[in-house]
C-alpha cells in the first residue's frame, strides 16, 4: 500500500474552507494494481453534503414566501383594477346615471361621497409610493456619498438613485393628473343634485338683460322627467321672487315680471320637485334655481293732440309730456307729422310741437321717444281734417268697447265727437237693427242678448237744421262656458274664502272657448294683466274683497269674460304643521316644523307638542321623533302668542311596514358553459323569511347566496321568490345567457 502524499502546508497558515461550487479534490489511488484502496472523504465533501440537505429542507421555507408573495402581488392587482375602474366610471361620467347612483344608496352613499373618498384614497396611494421612492432615492444618494470613488458599487448607487428618481417623478405627475381628472369628473346624478340646466324658458331663451313688463314661460322640460318619472313625483313648487312662498304648482308655468323688483332686476326663480326615490323608500327634494335678470324698464310713449278734429287748415298742438321711463329719463322726442315713416323733427327738448294740416283726410301723426337705455316707445293718433265747406259730421266712439264680445253684450254708444262749423248740435238720434223706435240723445247704452251683426246709425242736427250720418257694425259672439276652478275651493254662495297670506290656484283649462290662444289674468283689479297662462297661482298677501277677472281670446280676436269673487280675511293665529316625511317604514324618523304657523296678534312665544301617549312638550318650533311601531299617529302642535291667545292644529304620521321587493345581482351574467354564476339578494327589501331560487334548468334553492353552474348554452330565467312573516311574496327574474364552449 502506498501512503497518499500530502501537501505540505505552512504552520501558521489555515486551510480555508472552497468557496461554493469548487469541486473537491481528487482521491489519487494506489500505483500498485495488486492492492485497492477505498478513497477517504474529504472533511470539504461532508460539509457539501451537508449544505445541500440543508437547503432541501429550506425549500418549503421558500415555496411559503412565494405563495405570501403571490397573494400580496393578486391582492396590489385586485385594487389597482378597482381603482382604474372607479377613475375610468369617473371620466366616463357614469356617476352621474341615476341606476349607478341608486346602487350607491344602498350602500348609505352619495356619487359625491364616494367621488371625496376616491379622492383621500388617491392623495394615499400615490403619496405612499412617492414618499417610499423619495426615501429610497435618499438612502441611495447617501450611500454613493459614503462610497470610495475607487469601488465598484459607486456605480450601482448611482444608477438605482436615477431610476428610483425616475420613478418618483412618474409617480407625481400620474398624482397631479389623477386629482385633476378626478376634480373634473361629474359625480352629481340627477335624482340626487338636478341635470344640467333642465330649467328651461321657451319664451325667451334668453332671460338676462330683459325689457320689462315681459312675460316669461319655464319649463322643467323632459329632461328631468328622463331622470325622475312622472309618476314618482309628488309635488312641484315655484318660487318667483325668493320670499319662500309657493307661485305655482305646474311643470310649465308663465309668470310676468312688470318692473325691476326690490333687488336691482335680479330675480332668482327657485324650483322644489318633491319626489319619491323608491331606492330608499322615502321622499326626496331636487332643486334647480334659473336667475331672470330686468336690466330695463320700457320707455311708454304718450300723445297729446289739441283739437284732434277741425277742419282745414287745422293747426293740432302735439304734446308729448306725460311720456315717462321708469327707471330713468327720457333722452329724445322724435315726430313723424306727415305719417311717411320718417321722423323729421327731433330732440330732447321737443316734448311740445305744433302742426298745420291743409290736406282734407286723415293724416297719422307718431311720437317716438327714447329712453335712457335706448329703448324706445311709438304712440300713435289719427287727425281728422274735414273740409271747409263741410258743416257738420256724425261720429261713433264707446268708452268701454270696441263693438265686439260675448252675448249679452253691454255697450255704450257716445255721438258726443260728432262736429258741426257753426252753431251747436241740437239733436242726436240712434236706430239700431230690428229696433221699432229710435233713441234720442248724445249717448245710448244698448244690451244685444242674442248673437250676430247689428248695424247702429247716428244721425245729428245742428241749428241751421244741417245733418249727417254713420254707421258702426257691432259684433255679438255666443256666449260662451267659462269655467274658473280653484283650489281651494269656493264655497256654497260661489265665494272664495280665505286668511291672508291666501294662495289660490286659478284654472281655466276646462273653459269651452274654441281655439282659445290667450289667458289673461287680473288678480287684484287694477287693469293690469297679472299672467298669462291656462293655470296659475296668487298670492292674496291683505285682506280685502277681490274680483278676479279672466279674458280668454279666441283665434278671431273675440274676448270672453268672467269674474271670480275673493274674500280674504285677517290671519289671525294659525297654527301649521309641516312634516318630511309624512309617511314611511318602521323605523321612521319625521323631521316637524312648526314654524310657518303664523299670527297677526303679538309674537309666537310657545310650541307645544303632543304625541301620542306622551306629555305636552315645550319646544322650539322645529323638533324630530323616530316612530318605531307601525300605524298612524296623530301629532298636534299649540301655540301661544305675546297676546295670550293660543291656536292648535293636528296632522297624522303614517308608519307601515317595511316594503317586501324582490332584487337580486348575478355575477356574472353571461359567458360559455359551463358557467357558474354568484346570485346574491342584496338589492331585496323588507322582512324576509324565505328565499326561494328557481333557475329554469330543473335545479332550485333556498339558500340566500346560492352558487349555480349552466352545464349547456341557452337563455335561463333566473326567478327569486321572497316570503316575510305575513306571507306576502314578491317575485323578480332577470336572465343569464350562456353560450356554447369554444
Known amino acids: 500500500m502506498t501512503d497518499i502524499p500530502s501537501v505540505p502546508t505552512p504552520e501558521n497558515e489555515k486551510i480555508s474552507p472552497p468557496d461554493a461550487g469548487t469541486p473537491p479534490p481528487a482521491v489519487i489511488p494506489s500505483s500498485s494494481e495488486d492492492t485497492k484502496q477505498e478513497p477517504v472523504a474529504s472533511p470539504i465533501v461532508k460539509q457539501q453534503t451537508d449544505t445541500e440537505k440543508k437547503e432541501v ?11 405570501f408573495i403571490a397573494f400580496i402581488a393578486i391582492l396590489l392587482g385586485l385594487i389597482a383594477v378597482s381603482y382604474v375602474f372607479i377613475l375610468w366610471s ?39 409610493f412617492s414618499f417610499i421612492f423619495l426615501i429610497a432615492s435618499l438612502v441611495k444618494f447617501f450611500q454613493w456619498l459614503m462610497t470610495s470613488s475607487s469601488s465598484v458599487y459607486r456605480k450601482t448607487h448611482i444608477r438605482k438613485m436615477s ?26 346624478p340627477p335624482v340626487a343634485t338636478g341635470t344640467t340646466d333642465p330649467l328651461i324658458t321657451t319664451q325667451p331663451t334668453n332671460v338676462v338683460g330683459l ?31 325668493n320670499d319662500g312662498e309657493i307661485d305655482a304648482s305646474e311643470a310649465i308655468v308663465t309668470k310676468r315680471f312688470l318692473d325691476r323688483g326690490k333687488n336691482n332686476g335680479r330675480f332668482p326663480v327657485k324650483v322644489e320637485v318633491v319626489y319619491f326615490s323608491p331606492s330608499v323608500n322615502e321622499e326626496r327634494t331636487y332643486t334647480e334655481t334659473k336667475e331672470v335678470i330686468i336690466s330695463n324698464v320700457a320707455v311708454e310713449a304718450v300723445m297729446k293732440a289739441t283739437p284732434e278734429v277741425g277742419s282745414v287748415p287745422l293747426t293740432v298742438k302735439f304734446s308729448g309730456e306725460d311720456s315717462n321711463d321708469l327707471d330713468g329719463e327720457i333722452v329724445q322726442y322724435e315726430w313723424d307729422l306727415d305719417g311717411d315713416g320718417e321722423f323729421e323733427i327731433r330732440g330732447v327738448d321737443k316734448k311740445e310741437v305744433e302742426q298745420v294740416f291743409y290736406k282734407i283726410g286723415e293724416h297719422l301723426v307718431r311720437l317716438r321717444v327714447t329712453g335712457q337705455n335706448h329703448d324706445f316707445s311709438i304712440d ?13 259730421r256724425a261720429e261713433i266712439v264707446s268708452p268701454d268697447s270696441d263693438f265686439k264680445g260675448t252675448a249679452p253684450l253691454s255697450i255704450t254708444f257716445d255721438g258726443s265727437r260728432s262736429y258741426t262749423r257753426s252753431g251747436k248740435i241740437v239733436k242726436y238720434e240712434w236706430r239700431v237693427d230690428n229696433a221699432e223706435k229710435s233713441f234720442i240723445g248724445r249717448k245710448m247704452q244698448r244690451v244685444f242678448d242674442i248673437p250676430g251683426e247689428y248695424e247702429v246709425l247716428l244721425t245729428v242736427e245742428n241749428e241751421a237744421g244741417d245733418k249727417d250720418e254713420v254707421t258702426q257694425v257691432v259684433s255679438v259672439v255666443p256666449l260662451r262656458d267659462m269655467k274658473i276652478l280653484t ?17 289660490v290656484t286659478f284654472d281655466a283649462s276646462k273653459s269651452e272657448i274654441p281655439h282659445a290662444v290667450e289667458w289673461r289674468w287680473d288678480f287684484d283689479g287694477d287693469g293690469i294683466v297679472d299672467e298669462f297662462s291656462k293655470k296659475t297661482s296668487y298670492v292674496f298677501r291683505a285682506p280685502g274683497t277681490y274680483t278676479v277677472e279672466l279674458i280668454i281670446v279666441d283665434a278671431d280676436d273675440n274676448e270672453f269674460t268672467t269674474k271670480q269673487k275673493v274674500v280674504v280675511e285677517k290671519l289671525g293665529v294659525v ?17 316637524f316644523d312648526g314654524s310657518g304657523s303664523q299670527t297677526s296678534e303679538g309674537e309666537i312665544i310657545n310650541y307645544i307638542w303632543t304625541f301620542p301617549g306622551e306629555n305636552p312638550i315645550h319646544y322650539d318650533g322645529k323638533i324630530s321623533r323616530e316612530f318605531r311601531q307601525v300605524g298612524v299617529f296623530p301629532v298636534k302642535l299649540e301655540i301661544l302668542t305675546s297676546s295670550g291667545v293660543k291656536a292648535e292644529t293636528e296632522m297624522f304620521i303614517s308608519v307601515r311596514g317595511k316594503v317586501l321587493s324582490a332584487g337580486f345581482t348575478a355575477s356574472p351574467m353571461a359567458g360559455s358553459a359551463p358557467l357558474t354564476v354568484q346570485f346574491s339578494p342584496s338589492e331585496s327589501t323588507g322582512d324576509i323569511r324565505s328565499y326561494f331560487w328557481k333557475f329554469s334548468d330543473g335545479f332550485v334553492s333556498t339558500d340566500p347566496y346560492p352558487k349555480h353552474t349552466f352545464t349547456y348554452a341557452g337563455d335561463f330565467p333566473v326567478t327569486l321568490k321572497l316570503t316575510d312573516s305575513r306571507g306576502l311574496v314578491s317575485e323578480m327574474t332577470k336572465t343569464v345567457t350562456v353560450t356554447a364552449a369554444q
Do not use: Y
Open 90 to 128: 369617473l371620466v366616463e361620467g357614469n356617476f352621474s346615471d341615476p341606476q349607478f347612483a341608486q346602487l350607491l344608496e344602498m350602500v348609505g352613499m352619495t356619487p359625491a361621497e364616494l367621488k371625496e373618498k376616491f379622492t383621500l384614497i388617491s392623495h394615499i396611494l400615490f403619496g405612499g
Open 57 to 67: 429542507s429550506d425549500v418549503p421555507k421558500k415555496s411559503g414566501i412565494q405563495v
Open 380 to 392: 300713435e293718433k289719427v287727425i281728422v281734417v274735414v273740409a271747409a265747406e263741410e258743416k257738420i
Open 163 to 188: 431610476v428610483f428618481l425616475i420613478i418618483l417623478i412618474f409617480l407625481i405627475g400620474m398624482w397631479v393628473g389623477v386629482i385633476w381628472i378626478i376634480s373634473h369628473a361629474e359625480a352629481s
Open 211 to 241: 325689457t320689462a313688463p315681459i312675460s316669461v314661460e319655464f319649463n322643467l322640460g323632459n329632461k328631468l322627467f328622463e331622470k325622475i318619472p312622472r309618476e314618482l313625483v309628488r309635488e312641484i313648487r315655484w318660487d318667483f321672487d
Open 487 to 503: 283650489s281651494p275651493v269656493v264655497n256654497e254662495n260661489g265665494v272664495l274664502e280665505g286668511k291672508v297670506p291666501f294662495e
Open 575 to 591: 297654527a301649521k304643521i309641516s312634516a318630511t316625511p309624512s309617511s314611511g317604514s318602521v323605523p321612521l324618523t319625521v323631521d
